[in-house]
C-alpha cells in the first residue's frame, strides 16, 4: 500500500467514513455542550441548568484532543494544538476571574474559530520548528 502526505499507510474506505463519522459527531456533541454552558455562563443562569452541557463539552474537548495527539503528537506543537491548550488554560481562568468571564468566553470562541477555520499554514504552523508542517516527512522524529 501506499503513504499519504502524513507519513501513514492509507484508511480503508470503511475505517475512513467510521473515523469521519465518529470525529464529525464528537465535534458537534462538543458545539452543543459549548453552545449550552457559554449561554448559561454568559446569561448566568442557575449552574444546575447548563453543567450537563459543561460536562458534554469538557468529555468531547478531552477525547478530541486526545484523537489528535495519537494520530499525530506534532498537533502539539502546531498553532491548532498550541491554541487548543490555551483554550484549556482560558477554561482554568473562569473561577478565579468569575469577573471576566464574558471575556474569557469570547477569547475561547475566537480561538476556537482560529483553530478550526484559519488557513492551513496558520493551524500547521510549528511554533518549534518555526515552519509550516504537515506531516512526519517535513521534520525528523
Same mark, same amino acid.
Given at each position: 500500500m501506499g503513504k499519504n502526505t502524513t507519513g501513514q499507510p492509507p484508511l480503508s474506505e470503511a475505517r475512513f467514513w467510521f473515523e469521519r463519522l465518529t470525529k464529525t459527531g464528537l465535534r458537534a456533541l462538543h458545539i452543543i455542550g459549548v453552545v449550552g454552558a457559554g449561554g448559561g455562563i454568559l446569561l448566568h443562569v442557575d449552574k444546575h441548568a447548563w453543567l450537563t452541557y459543561w460536562i458534554i463539552t469538557m468529555t468531547t474537548g478531552? =477525547? =478530541?484532543? @486526545? &484523537?489528535?495527539?495519537? #494520530?499525530? &503528537? #506534532? &498537533?502539539?506543537?502546531? /498553532?491548532?494544538? @498550541? /491554541?487548543? =491548550?490555551a483554550k484549556v488554560g482560558l477554561l482554568f481562568l473562569l473561577v478565579p476571574l468569575s469577573n471576566w468571564q464574558v471575556e474569557i468566553i469570547t477569547a475561547l470562541v475566537l480561538l476556537s474559530v482560529m483553530v478550526s477555520h484559519g488557513p492551513a499554514? =496558520? #493551524?500547521h504552523y510549528s511554533v518549534v520548528h518555526r515552519k509550516v508542517i504537515h506531516g512526519k516527512k517535513e521534520i525528523k522524529g
Open positions: 478531552t =477525547l =478530541l484532543m @486526545v &484523537w489528535e495527539i495519537i #494520530r499525530d &503528537w #506534532r &498537533w502539539l506543537i502546531q /498553532l491548532k494544538g @498550541v /491554541l487548543t =491548550l499554514g =496558520l #493551524r
